[in-house]
């Protein structure tokens, strides 16, 4: 089967087009199955699950032998290698403003080769605003070829984040932030890690940094935020995973991240 990033892309933008269909008629007719996961505020809901589902089979359907992980189900928890694809899905990132009727959710869905992430779309149902990228083809939004802000000065520069699940884990970003903000224009917290990668793709905020993003999270904004020339990585040389997940422009990566390592940014529980 193809593994070419253009066909992969094809395929992804199909798959989640109809997910996302399904996760906006799920929220007209009611959220229900609303259940908790790691703690009492990580929620879940029937519409997590059955949007999953859809992607998984569709996937199956078009690409039998492709591997896939997903937030809900799991699966291949592995990287894939030997040529080999793995997508990896997040069906609904945002589901507590998914519960709460905000707009600011996404299906995210990225195809994997090798280990490498090669093609990737995030999709607000709600807007539908739909955001891609191929490696090395650029990051795209209706037809307009994306670039990340040019902001040069740390001190102007407006910083999406977000939390974790965990009540300790909270409290060490509180703390981290408190260190940050005094420094930057401002922060926003909107609720889902790949819109937070696909508003810093088009320069809707300068940068984005996360501690403990799992990979249906990041996979698929991730390329999209750094085919639109942000620097993704996580801290002191490490590459971007769940322990840390730091996207900015060239003009103000060092000195944000430097920022981030005082404030022991991917450090805590
Ligand atoms: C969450 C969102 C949120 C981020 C959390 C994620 P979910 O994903 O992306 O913005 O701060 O770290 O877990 O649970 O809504 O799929
Ligand atoms: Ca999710």
């Not at 090669?118 to 191929?134: D, F, H, Y």
């Amino acid at each position: 089967m193809a593994t070419e990033p253009a066909e992969l892309l094809t395929v992804a933008l199909g798959v989640a087009r109809e997910a996302a269909d399904l996760a906006l008629r799920m929220r007209t007719d009611g959220v229900t199955g609303i259940d908790t996961k790691s703690t009492i505020t990580d929620v879940v809901t029937a519409a997590d699950k059955a949007v999953e589902d859809l992607v998984k089979s569709s996937l199956q359907q078009l690409r039998p032998g492709d591997a896939v992980l997903g937030e809900e189900t799991g699966g291949a928890a592995e990287p894939s290698a030997g040529g080999a694809v793995r997508w990896i899905v997040d069906p609904i990132d945002g589901t507590v403003n998914y519960l709460y009727g905000l707009p600011q959710y996404a299906v995210s869905l990225a195809a994997e080769v090798d280990g490498v992430v090669v093609a990737g779309v995030v999709r607000n149902p709600v807007t539908g605003q739909e955001w891609t990228a191929v490696r090395g083809g650029g990051a795209w939004r209706a037809g307009r070829r994306l670039t990340c802000s040019a902001q040069r000065e740390l001190g102007l520069t407006l910083i999406a984040t977000g939390f974790g699940y965990d009540a300790r884990r909270r409290a060490h970003q509180a703390a981290v932030i408190s260190r940050v903000l005094p420094r930057v224009r401002d922060i926003r917290r909107f609720g889902a890690a790949s819109l937070d990668l696909c508003l810093a793709a088009e320069g809707a905020v300068d940068a984005y940094f996360e501690k403990g993003l799992a990979a249906w999270d990041r996979a698929a904004g991730g390329l999209i935020a750094e085919e639109a020339g942000l620097r993704v990585t996580g801290l002191r040389g490490e590459g971007p995973g769940r322990r840390f997940v730091l996207a900015a422009n060239e003009a103000v990566y060092e000195e944000l991240h430097d920022l981030l390592v005082e404030a022991d940014a991917d450090g805590g529980p």
